[in-house]
């Protein structure tokens, strides 16, 4: 019953930023620590990014001091920043909790020049 719906996504160059967003639903979102996680092509899907339910934040190696993720309980939404964004960054990126077990159709983030 839990819905994930991932926005944002798009076309951008390197050195460029984008805003993903993230509507959940079907869970009491207040209560819930909520992540990000992205699958580059041909590869894995990887957690990148968490925030809890008191707004205490982690983040993977990899795009941590570009990223930053937040939330905003009176919308039910998570958000992920991304700044200085590289061909690296390419991928479908998806939210969920941090126990993920369904999945969303996640938002396609593809760094070109």
């Known amino acids: 019953q839990v819905q994930l719906v991932e926005s944002g996504g798009g076309l951008v160059q390197p050195g460029g930023s984008l805003t993903l967003s993230c509507a959940a639903s079907?869970?009491?979102?207040?209560?819930?620590?909520m992540a990000w996680y992205r699958q580059p092509p041909g590869q894995q899907r990887e957690y990148i990014a968490v925030?809890?339910?008191?707004?205490?934040?982690n983040y993977a190696d990899s795009v941590k001091g570009r990223f930053t993720i937040s939330r905003d309980n009176t919308k039910n939404m998570v958000y992920l920043r991304m700044s200085n964004l590289q061909p690296a960054d390419t991928a479908v990126y998806y939210c969920?909790?941090?126990?993920?077990?369904?999945w969303g159709q996640g938002t396609q983030v593809t760094v070109s020049s």
């Open positions: 925030v809890t339910s008191i707004n205490a934040t």
């Open positions: 079907g869970i009491i979102f207040s209560r819930k620590a």
């Open positions: 969920n909790t941090v126990t993920p077990t369904n």
